[in-house]
């Protein structure tokens, strides 16, 4: 069963073709929830793909796609959730539990500073016995030996699990993160915040309103902070939509009280190595993935949907560089990160975990746009010229 729906009684549902063609408009109307679901099903691919790359431009420099030097960082491991999806946690106390120093995470990030890089995305387990000191602790270490580097820490369900440690609210947890050092809080945990789903999923990880919460309140505060999404449980598209249509209205929220909120909403599709929801697919024979062309449907609708979020990010990390490519042409800006690191998705299956600076631009180039370094929050940085001349290529790349 899918989220209810707002349809307006006694209006009659337009075609896709219609939606379309208001949606290629310089100032198209705001997507229904209703009509991103018709042209979630119905819109052909080459249609919907052509106007989310028209709204894309109209965004961000449409000649240019970004990138950032950055590097994954996850400190510990220990959890108590147990989502079913999840590969990467160790219950506490048992076999393969790690928990980093501050000063192995800081050798982490030197080697980050040796290649330019600008912020660490740094996520663990929700741990149940870490006091707010450890974390206060690391950052004040951290922000002190790296000053130029941005620190995007902690999931909103971290938050919360620190908040229970303590006994205190998740607002002051963030204040005491943020005032230690904190830049900004990463976008995971949000996979599917429509309760139907997330809560067969992780079931203790409780309601999507708690992300949808701890993610205001880190706005409110000034933090930076992206939306995520993971796709492919099973769910409907009035699901995904519905997820969407939380992450839209909480924008709008934190946007109205003159706070940036979601820099960009990036999505990927669930990995099914090494977890109980793999399994379980596997075992009810159900262990086909989302393919390229729905994660570029979905893309395409994202970009379309969110009016009130500047960037969309294509996943690299999940479909492959090629589709990465792919996604730029369809609603995408920013094609991610260099990661240098990841542990979380990796662990269920996904092979390549790193890409260089040049292979970054190299994809950037090849898909005929200009490539251009940036930093957390967006901004634009200076950009090597990497010997990449798109004139040279073995065929030219196609004109933006
Ligand atoms: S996804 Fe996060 S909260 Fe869920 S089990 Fe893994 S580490 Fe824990």
Known sequence: ????????????????????????????????????????????????????????????DPSEATYLIDRNINYGNACTINCQFCSFYRPPDTEGVYLQTKEQISARIKELEDIEGSRILMQGGVDPELPIEWYEEMLTFLKRNHPSIHLDCFSPIEIEGIAKVCGLPTIDILKRLQAAGMHGLPGGGAEMLVDDVRLGLSPKKGSGENWIKVMGEAHSLGLITTATNVIGFGETTAHRIGHMEKIRELQDNSN????????????????????????????????????????????????????NITHIQASWLTMGMDVAQLALFGGADDIGSTMMEENVVSAAGTTKVLCTEKELQYAIIRAGFKARRRDSEYNLLATPNLGIDSESLPAPPPKQ
């Not at 100032?27 to 119905?42: F, G, H, S």
């Not at 989310?52 to 431009?57: G, S, T």
């Not at 909120?261 to 989302?290: M, Y």
Request: glycine share 6%; hydrophobic share 35%; proline share 5%.
């Open 256 to 307: 109205e009280q003159g706070f940036q909120g979601f820099t960009a909403f990036i999505s990927w599709t669930v990995q099914l190595d090494n977890n109980t929801f793999g399994e379980k697919r596997k075992r009810n024979n159900q262990d086909k993935k989302v393919g390229p062309a729905e994660y570029l449907r979905h893309v395409a609708i994202s970009r379309l949907f969110f009016d």
């Open 1 to 60: 069963m899918g989220p209810p729906l707002n349809i307006t009684e006694g209006e009659p549902l337009k075609n896709w073709q219609e939606i379309i063609e208001e949606q290629s408009q310089s100032n198209p109307p705001r997507l229904t929830v209703e009509d991103a679901i018709i042209l979630y099903d119905k819109a052909d691919f080459n249609s919907l793909r052509q106007v989310a790359l028209h709204q894309r431009r109209q965004f961000t």
